[in-house]
């Protein structure tokens, strides 16, 4: 079976759950910290995905690093630790969030700044994005300094890449071609 397949059998019995006990919200931002802490210490994730680690040590660890997440999202967590699916946790999410996408009408933009966006631009933004698509939008921001300037939006596999790094590409490109 392939990776996304299993992630995704995962996912849709974890967003199934969630939505029965009505806490998709808190499972979705809970299981977002924990892929955020885990992207930002790779190191945690090798531990995680380790096979000499041993799973007391393993599950001693997401209980100490994330004692505040939902206990359906630490019972998860202990399950893909148990059956050796460490690795999945971040395909899971993305499926997690893939899914809630489909099910309830939610376009999950991602946006590209060299800065943070100050609330009434998210607002701004969240509002012209919902007129264009038809559905509501979530917005997950990340900041890139190399972008220098401007906004990419990522939406499925289409991309807008009004930076200021994608336009100078396109002017080198010009020049030398």
Same mark, same amino acid.
């Given at each position: 079976?392939?990776?996304?397949?299993?992630?995704? +059998?995962?996912?849709?019995?974890?967003?199934? $759950?969630?939505?029965?006990? *009505?806490?998709?919200? &808190?499972?979705?931002?809970?299981? *977002?910290?924990?892929?955020? %802490?885990?992207?930002?210490?790779?190191?945690?994730?090798?531990? $995680?995905?380790?096979?000499?680690?041993?799973?007391?040590?393993?599950?001693?660890?997401?209980? +100490? %690093?994330?004692?505040?997440?939902?206990?359906?999202?630490?019972? =998860?967590?202990?399950? =893909?630790?148990?059956?050796?699916?460490?690795?999945?946790?971040? =395909?899971?999410?993305? &499926?997690?969030?893939? /899914?809630?996408? !489909?099910?309830?009408?939610?376009?999950?933009?991602?946006?590209?700044? %060299?800065?943070?966006?100050?609330?009434?631009?998210?607002?701004? =933004?969240? @509002?012209? $994005?919902?007129?264009? /698509?038809?559905?509501?939008?979530? #917005?997950?921001?990340?900041?890139?300094? @190399? #972008?220098?300037?401007?906004?990419? #939006? !990522? /939406?499925?596999?289409?991309?807008?890449?009004?930076?200021l790094r994608a336009k100078l590409a396109q002017l080198q490109a010009a020049l030398a071609g």
């Amino acid at each position: 079976m392939k990776s996304r397949e299993i992630a995704r +059998r995962y996912a849709e019995a974890f967003y199934s $759950l969630a939505r029965e006990e *009505g806490i998709v919200d &808190e499972i979705e931002s809970g299981y *977002g910290r924990v892929v955020e %802490a885990l992207d930002a210490v790779p190191d945690a994730m090798t531990f $995680l995905t380790h096979p000499l680690v041993p799973r007391g040590d393993k599950l001693s660890f997401i209980d +100490r %690093a994330f004692p505040d997440i939902p206990e359906y999202l630490r019972n =998860l967590l202990h399950l =893909l630790v148990k059956n050796g699916r460490e690795g999945y946790i971040r =395909l899971i999410y993305d &499926e997690f969030i893939n /899914l809630r996408g !489909e099910r309830e009408d939610i376009a999950q933009v991602r946006v590209a700044t %060299a800065k943070p966006l100050s609330q009434a631009d998210k607002d701004k =933004l969240t @509002e012209h $994005l919902t007129a264009a /698509l038809g559905k509501r939008v979530k #917005l997950s921001e990340r900041v890139d300094p @190399e #972008l220098i300037g401007g906004v990419r #939006l !990522e /939406l499925d596999d289409k991309v807008i890449d009004g930076t200021l790094r994608a336009k100078l590409a396109q002017l080198q490109a010009a020049l030398a071609g």
